[in-house]
């Protein structure tokens, strides 16, 4: 660790204003305050100090993101060796396979996205802000193995300047950057993102993996459920642990719990929001279990399947307690995350054209988490006043 | 002649055509402005029609300006509209049918366009016919500008066509290029009419 220190240190007059490299400036400074804690702190103002900043909170969530993204992999191989019909055992081969389907899309993520951000601080003669290091790992999660990469690039570029850069940078942005992308693909590239030829990578990269037939199909229980409503006994055990077809990061439920185990433990994600959303959902799908249409599959989903299947544990840990997009008062985390939760569940069962409602919800509540503030916030105020007009 | 082309009136003509615009400076018309420019033809049509109902029903207000009440202006001012906009959409249900089907309520929602009624009240009220003709003109023309401009992005990247015409060749495709779903959305062409308000401002802002 000292030998780091000094090093940068030692690098540092290089990258100072009249330095040779000061063009880099903003660089140097990101990595640096990412590997070491700052020991600069605000001369000015009233100021409530943590032990952590923010990169350190990032680190967490990339940190808790890990097993999902390490399960993701595994389970891109395994579906493709499902499809090709090749060794079930070979978990190493399927593991490699996965790695390699992955990593060009985590790659083509951070570049992008950082490369933005880069240029943008450099031109407002800002730092480098750090909050596209989350958002750089997430979206490759949520995405479908088969993306090409210049759309993803496209959808990445697309949400950090539109979604983030315009309204001001890390921690001013009102919907969540991720999904903001991935809507992005969603509605631009309806062909990419859903149907039933996405799931499966079906090209052999380095000789690893498998060749697949073209048009060899493997669609998502939910979207088996809002076809045709065959579902069968095992799909639950499935879809806990993860083997079904799905978004790269999204199919495992005990990773997903993993990453969120963390996110709670260190106080990162806000348990409110995680538990409501998973309230919402599930008191919704049980109203739709009694009173839906009995000829609506998708409606007569027990709510542990609608859970666990599709986007809803992804979405309802790492995206809904996204601090700078959810409700900030403690008291309208709550109804944030439920609302959040109602809507995913009644945009999955009311629409056939979206068989996955969870990135709706999330960008939808994002809009109404600062009029929920407000009420939560005046209700407060009006709490106080009539208190103090009794005396 | 040399009266009717003044300097004032060649800025009563200029001026909403850059620095007065009424789409990107005004932001009046934007309704119509992100429903009829998913494909070029429609916006051009759209643009032309708002210039000619524009430019007429300025130079009629502004020829009965001082024969119309205070108090009942504005409802004379629709009358005017309205039956230029009925004129416009039965000369296109005639020659361009296709078109008109495209922009459907569009044409007849001219009645509304806040720009129309923004250019009778503030400018065809106050001056003569020849000025508010030529402002009447200068708005249209300066709302269809952004229109094309839109349009044609939209086009370009949503159906990968100019005027109905492919401009793509079809190698693009091969090589895995895919037209854009959502720039045949309103949702998109929001997005790229703050883009060009972005461009018109940054750029206005480095010349002063």
Redesign the interface.
């Given at each position: 660790m000292n030998a780091l220190r000094n090093y940068l240190d030692k690098i540092k007059p290089n990258f100072e204003e009249g330095g040779k490299l000061h063009a880099f400036r903003s660089v140097f400074d990101g990595f640096e305050t990412f590997l070491f804690v700052p020991n600069t702190t605000a001369k000015s103002g009233v100021h409530v100090h943590d032990a952590i900043d923010s990169k350190r909170i990032m680190s967490f969530v990339v940190i808790a993101l890990i097993p999902a993204l390490l399960f993701g992999m595994y389970n891109v191989g395994y579906q493709n060796a499902l499809a090709g019909g090749g060794d079930m055992t070979d978990h190493v081969g399927m593991f490699l396979f996965g790695f390699l389907a992955v990593l060009p899309k985590i790659l083509v993520s951070y570049i992008v996205g950082l490369g933005i951000e880069f240029v943008v601080a450099q031109w407002k003669n800002e730092e480098i802000q750090e909050g596209y290091l989350v958002s750089g790992i997430i979206i490759p999660l949520i995405i479908p193995v088969t993306t090409?990469l210049?759309?993803l690039a496209l959808a990445v570029a697309f949400s950090v300047i539109?979604a983030k850069e315009i309204f001001g940078g890390t921690g001013m942005n009102i919907f969540n950057v991720a999904l903001v992308a991935r809507a992005?693909l969603f509605?631009?590239?309806?062909?990419?993102l859903t149907g039933d030829s996405v799931w499966v990578e079906s090209s052999s990269i380095f000789g690893l993996g498998y060749d697949l037939a073209d048009g060899a199909t493997c669609a998502t229980p939910l979207g088996i459920a809002a076809a045709n409503g065959a579902q069968s006994a095992s799909l639950t055990i499935d879809s806990i642990t993860g083997l079904i077809p799905g978004c790269i990061g999204e199919t495992s439920v005990i990773a997903i719990a993993l990453g969120g185990l963390l996110l709670l433990w260190t106080g990162v994600a806000s348990w409110k929001t995680m538990f409501s959303v998973f309230v919402g959902g599930a008191l919704t799908a049980i109203l739709f279990n009694n009173f839906g249409a009995a000829d609506n599959a998708v409606a007569q989903l027990p709510w542990y399947q609608h859970i666990t299947l599709g986007g809803f544990c992804f979405g309802a840990v790492f995206m809904a307690t996204d601090p700078v997009t959810s409700a900030r008062t403690e008291t309208g985390k709550y109804f944030y995350g439920f609302f959040i939760g109602v809507i995913a569940i009644v945009v999955r069962v009311l629409n056939p054209g979206y068989p996955e409602g969870m990135m709706l919800a999330i960008l939808f509540m994002n809009v109404f988490a600062a009029l929920i503030d407000y009420y939560v916030v005046q209700s407060n105020i009006n709490k106080r006043a009539n208190r103090a007009k009794l005396k | 002649m040399g009266k009717l082309f003044s300097k004032e009136n060649q800025e009563v003509f200029s001026n909403p055509l850059n620095l007065n615009n009424p789409v990107v400076v005004q932001v009046l018309g934007i309704c119509s402005a992100l429903a009829v420019t998913s494909q070029l033809k429609p916006a051009i049509v759209m643009g032309l029609s708002v210039t000619v109902i524009t430019a007429f029903s300025n130079l009629i207000i502004s020829l009965l300006r001082k024969t119309i009440p205070n108090r009942i202006r504005i409802i004379v001012q629709l009358v005017v509209v309205a039956a230029l906009v009925t004129i416009v959409s039965m000369i296109l249900k005639a020659y361009v049918y296709d078109v008109s089907v495209m922009l459907s309520v569009y044409v007849g929602l001219i009645i509304t366009n806040c720009i129309l009624m923004g250019r009778l009240e503030a400018f065809a009220m106050q001056n003569g016919p020849w000025e508010s003709f030529l402002d009447g003109i200068g708005n249209g023309i300066g709302y269809a500008i952004i229109l094309v401009v839109v349009g044609f992005v939209r086009e370009l990247l949503g159906a990968g066509s100019i005027l109905g015409f492919k401009v793509l060749p079809q190698a693009v495709y091969d090589a895995?290029y895919?037209n854009?779903?959502?720039?045949t959305?309103p949702?998109m062409a929001l997005?790229l009419l703050g883009c060009v308000i972005w461009a018109h401002r940054a750029y206005n802002d480095e010349k002063k």
């Amino acid at each position: 660790m000292n030998a780091l220190r000094n090093y940068l240190d030692k690098i540092k007059p290089n990258f100072e204003e009249g330095g040779k490299l000061h063009a880099f400036r903003s660089v140097f400074d990101g990595f640096e305050t990412f590997l070491f804690v700052p020991n600069t702190t605000a001369k000015s103002g009233v100021h409530v100090h943590d032990a952590i900043d923010s990169k350190r909170i990032m680190s967490f969530v990339v940190i808790a993101l890990i097993p999902a993204l390490l399960f993701g992999m595994y389970n891109v191989g395994y579906q493709n060796a499902l499809a090709g019909g090749g060794d079930m055992t070979d978990h190493v081969g399927m593991f490699l396979f996965g790695f390699l389907a992955v990593l060009p899309k985590i790659l083509v993520s951070y570049i992008v996205g950082l490369g933005i951000e880069f240029v943008v601080a450099q031109w407002k003669n800002e730092e480098i802000q750090e909050g596209y290091l989350v958002s750089g790992i997430i979206i490759p999660l949520i995405i479908p193995v088969t993306t090409p990469l210049w759309i993803l690039a496209l959808a990445v570029a697309f949400s950090v300047i539109f979604a983030k850069e315009i309204f001001g940078g890390t921690g001013m942005n009102i919907f969540n950057v991720a999904l903001v992308a991935r809507a992005f693909l969603f509605f631009s590239y309806p062909g990419c993102l859903t149907g039933d030829s996405v799931w499966v990578e079906s090209s052999s990269i380095f000789g690893l993996g498998y060749d697949l037939a073209d048009g060899a199909t493997c669609a998502t229980p939910l979207g088996i459920a809002a076809a045709n409503g065959a579902q069968s006994a095992s799909l639950t055990i499935d879809s806990i642990t993860g083997l079904i077809p799905g978004c790269i990061g999204e199919t495992s439920v005990i990773a997903i719990a993993l990453g969120g185990l963390l996110l709670l433990w260190t106080g990162v994600a806000s348990w409110k929001t995680m538990f409501s959303v998973f309230v919402g959902g599930a008191l919704t799908a049980i109203l739709f279990n009694n009173f839906g249409a009995a000829d609506n599959a998708v409606a007569q989903l027990p709510w542990y399947q609608h859970i666990t299947l599709g986007g809803f544990c992804f979405g309802a840990v790492f995206m809904a307690t996204d601090p700078v997009t959810s409700a900030r008062t403690e008291t309208g985390k709550y109804f944030y995350g439920f609302f959040i939760g109602v809507i995913a569940i009644v945009v999955r069962v009311l629409n056939p054209g979206y068989p996955e409602g969870m990135m709706l919800a999330i960008l939808f509540m994002n809009v109404f988490a600062a009029l929920i503030d407000y009420y939560v916030v005046q209700s407060n105020i009006n709490k106080r006043a009539n208190r103090a007009k009794l005396k | 002649m040399g009266k009717l082309f003044s300097k004032e009136n060649q800025e009563v003509f200029s001026n909403p055509l850059n620095l007065n615009n009424p789409v990107v400076v005004q932001v009046l018309g934007i309704c119509s402005a992100l429903a009829v420019t998913s494909q070029l033809k429609p916006a051009i049509v759209m643009g032309l029609s708002v210039t000619v109902i524009t430019a007429f029903s300025n130079l009629i207000i502004s020829l009965l300006r001082k024969t119309i009440p205070n108090r009942i202006r504005i409802i004379v001012q629709l009358v005017v509209v309205a039956a230029l906009v009925t004129i416009v959409s039965m000369i296109l249900k005639a020659y361009v049918y296709d078109v008109s089907v495209m922009l459907s309520v569009y044409v007849g929602l001219i009645i509304t366009n806040c720009i129309l009624m923004g250019r009778l009240e503030a400018f065809a009220m106050q001056n003569g016919p020849w000025e508010s003709f030529l402002d009447g003109i200068g708005n249209g023309i300066g709302y269809a500008i952004i229109l094309v401009v839109v349009g044609f992005v939209r086009e370009l990247l949503g159906a990968g066509s100019i005027l109905g015409f492919k401009v793509l060749p079809q190698a693009v495709y091969d090589a895995g290029y895919m037209n854009n779903g959502m720039m045949t959305m309103p949702a998109m062409a929001l997005i790229l009419l703050g883009c060009v308000i972005w461009a018109h401002r940054a750029y206005n802002d480095e010349k002063k």
